[in-house]
């Protein structure tokens, strides 16, 4: 399977409370890649329902302007999850977080409802996406798997809270908690050629500190950032977008490969850089996430 | 009578209140008059004081009497005083019928409600009214017909002699015992008596009131010795702390900083913005965001603001430190920082209510205005918009200077979430038109903005400036779509208020507010 949008671009992923209509309403105005629509932690245990009519309604009648809707979904080992994942599919959400995910077979059984629920409510078979958050020292080791457990998962993100209390540490702010788990993602997500998300960043008054967060996991590979308020979204998009430099820069390599391989040349120099067909991938990538990103409209992808 | 903006204007109204329908924002333009005077008593005598010692001793100088106008100023904002402890003594002189002539009231004033409904008060004409004596006037207990005008339209007012004040009271932080009133120097500052200046040279008798009193001379002073009559010393004027607050802290809202930067990133697209640019702007937190984002833009592209004008905080204070702005042009402070500001810095101008915004004498302030920025309760698809009545029909904001500046400004912005709580705010008709449309060139949201079709070369920068742009209908479109198409407010058939225009035409009237009957 090949869905449209398993590779979207997803560079934020801004988490709202299902529990609070008037969060849920119009989110699209402060232009996130993805809302993250939560039935889990943030939704008081005693307003699970109200908080799945508030979604369905949400997903059924507000025009999100292009934005992606996930929705985060109960864990496995609650009893909300199964209804969770059938008013996601009824409404059209377009894809379904797993909370705690900690291996392949998690996926599969949500993935088993998913599609029961497709037939349920004469969805498309495969048209809802799914991603895991892995949350603990056990998922995080068994990434890979999960990684490539489905062809509807477009990818995995890190929970950091809950992963650093089951690793007995902390969020320290440095980050060094936290390396083992988003190398090991990122590795095994790029391996399995799936997306990968870092966690969020909680205060919002360092707003320092949040860029060079986000800078770091831009410089590890990572696709996107889950945040937690608009005001963060700015700053994620302006690490993960392009600079007009590094497309000109991309432009110039994919049109110097293009040419010299014609010519039989192998390796050159692009702005005093040597260059050969080891770097086209990666200009290609800048030219694809700057068109995505809306600020590139030349025509080399 | 049907008005310029579609208001069915009661007969009885217009004859009760001796007003014509409002007839457009520049019907009266070239208007000649001959403007009013007050009665003066000379004062020959060098030896007589003009000290009294009681609010009782000055009514009883001044010859109160049953059925006078007096006159406040709002200054001391919601910190105010002054205005409880003369209506207390005039309550209890056993006075009635008495006019209360005040540039604003607010929760300050909750203890006069008594005197209305005792008829002790039976006419109120001010720019607006909050809190309790809103709720008293919606409610039907005023007496007379309310008059809610704008700060240009409370001068015109009282400069044409449409309002004859008997006795002005003056509250000042500082004055001497020949009545020279200085806003700064004591323990109640407010920056500025602007507002006060027309009563004090228009009304028969006016009476100082301090809590400190001073040696002469007390000069520079905004209100001058030639036009006070007597000078009160009380214990306190006012509560400093809800005089002059400190700075509010700027929001952190998104939705807000999302509508200010949609607001500057229009401004900075118009030809207006360029070097030496006269701009207004109000206290909220949209609005104040707005002017931080516009002074980096300033920065950037080495642009200065000429002239800062209207009601001023502490942010606009600190660009005129910083060389942004050349003058401040003064008429309100909101907090200390502009308090101070209008005390020690000699580009921090005080002016005058007329000079500020009357739209009868040669020329204000207001007419040079390049942009002002507005906020609203509602706004209609005809850009008329409401900034005094609520959702329920009650009277709980003011006009101040609102249309003054619609008026003037080349660029009316005007700032207003798509939502107030649950009610659409860009809505089809306005529940009360308190700025007619034809003044209000462009409406922010957070969703996007739209601009009035009568501005053709403002829709030329909306469309360069890279904000979602609408027409007003789509903006309430969307906001009809996420909250549903509101019924009217339901009013009652007496009408309690009229929203004057600045030109003293009746641009609409505000009735009792009563229960909705769902069975209509």
Known sequence: MNHPNKKRLRRSMMFLNCQKPALIKDPYIYKPDSIMLDLEDAVAENQKDAARFSLFHALREIDYHGVERVVRINGLDTPHWREDVRVCVAGGADVIRIPKCTCANDVHVVEGAVLKAEEEFGREKGSTLLMAALESCYGVLNCLEICKSSDRLIGVALSGGDYTKDLQTHITGTGVELNGARQMMIIAARAAGVQCFDTVFTNLDDMEGFRRETEMIHSMGFDGKSIINPRQIPVVHQVFTPTQKDIIFAEKVVREIDTKKAQGIGVFTVDGKMIDIAFYDGAKRTLMLAKAAGVYGGDLI | ?520
Do not use: W
């Open chain 2, 1 to 520: 009578m049907i008005n310029a903006v579609g208001r069915d204007i009661p007969e009885e109204v217009l004859k009760a209140t001796g007003r014509e329908v409002f007839q457009g924002a520049f019907y009266y333009d070239n208007k000649e008059y001959t403007k009013a005077a007050p009665t003066v008593r000379a004062n020959i005598d060098p030896k007589r004081s003009k000290l009294v010692s009681s609010i009782r001793e000055a009514l009883e100088k001044c010859g109160a009497h049953d059925g006078m106008t007096v006159s406040f100023h709002h200054h001391f904002r919601e910190g105010d005083y002054v205005v409880n402890m003369v209506m207390e003594e005039i309550h209890n002189m056993g006075l009635k019928d008495i006019c209360i002539c005040a540039s604003s009231l607010g929760k300050a004033h909750d203890p006069i409600v008594p005197y209305i409904e005792d008829g002790t008060i039976t006419k109120i004409m001010s720019s607006g009214v909050r809190g309790k004596i809103g709720e008293a006037i919606s409610a039907g207990k005023l007496r007379d017909i309310a008059v809610m005008y704008s700060h240009g339209g409370r001068v015109r007012n009282i400069e044409e002699g449409r309002v004859h004040i008997d006795i002005a009271f003056i509250g000042a932080p500082t004055a001497d015992e020949c009545g020279n009133l200085r806003p700064s120097g004591g323990k109640s500052n407010c920056g500025v008596l602007s507002y006060a200046y027309v009563d004090a040279q228009y009304a028969d008798k006016v009476v100082a009131v301090t809590d400190c009193l001073v040696p002469f001379p007390n000069i520079p002073a905004s209100i001058s010795m030639v036009n006070v009559d007597y000078v009160c010393k009380v214990d306190a004027i006012g509560n400093p702390d809800k005089i002059a607050t400190g700075a509010a802290k700027p929001t952190t809202d998104q939705r807000k900083l999302l509508m200010a930067q949609y607001c500057t990133d229009f401004v900075a697209a118009t030809p207006y913005f360029k070097d030496g640019f006269i701009y207004q702007t109000g206290v909220g937190g949209a609005s104040i965001a707005s002017t931080i984002y516009l002074a980096d833009i300033m920065r950037e592209r080495n642009i200065h603001m000429g002239l800062g004008l209207g009601g001023i905080a502490t942010p606009m204070v600190r660009l005129l430190e910083e060389g942004l702005i050349g003058k401040l042009v003064d008429t309100q402070d909101f907090d200390l920082g502009a308090v101070e500001s209008a005390e020690q810095n000699p580009n921090h101008i005080e002016i005058t209510g007329s000079e500020y915004a009357n739209p009868m004498n040669k020329g204000a302030y207001v007419n040079q205005l390049d942009f002002v920025i507005l906020a609203a309760l509602e706004v209609d698809t005809h850009f008329n918009c409401n900034v005094i009545t609520d959702s329920t029909g009650m009277i709980t904001g003011a006009q101040g200077g609102h249309p003054d500046t619609a008026t003037g400004a080349k660029c009316t912005i005007v700032i207003t979430p798509l939502l107030q709580g649950r009610s659409p705010a860009v809505c089809t008709d306005v529940t009360t038109v308190t700025t007619p449309g034809e003044t209000v060139d462009v409406v922010v949201t957070e969703y996007g903005i739209a601009v009035n079709p009568s501005r053709p070369d403002l829709m030329e920068a909306a469309k360069r400036c890279g904000v979602p742009l609408y027409t007003i209908e789509q903006l309430r479109d969307m906001a009809y779509a996420i909250v549903g198409k509101p019924d009217p407010v339901q009013f009652a058939d007496r009408v309690v208020g009229i929203v004057e225009s600045r030109d003293g035409t009746i641009i609409d009237v505000v009735r009792q507010i009563k229960e909705f009957d769902f069975s209509n």
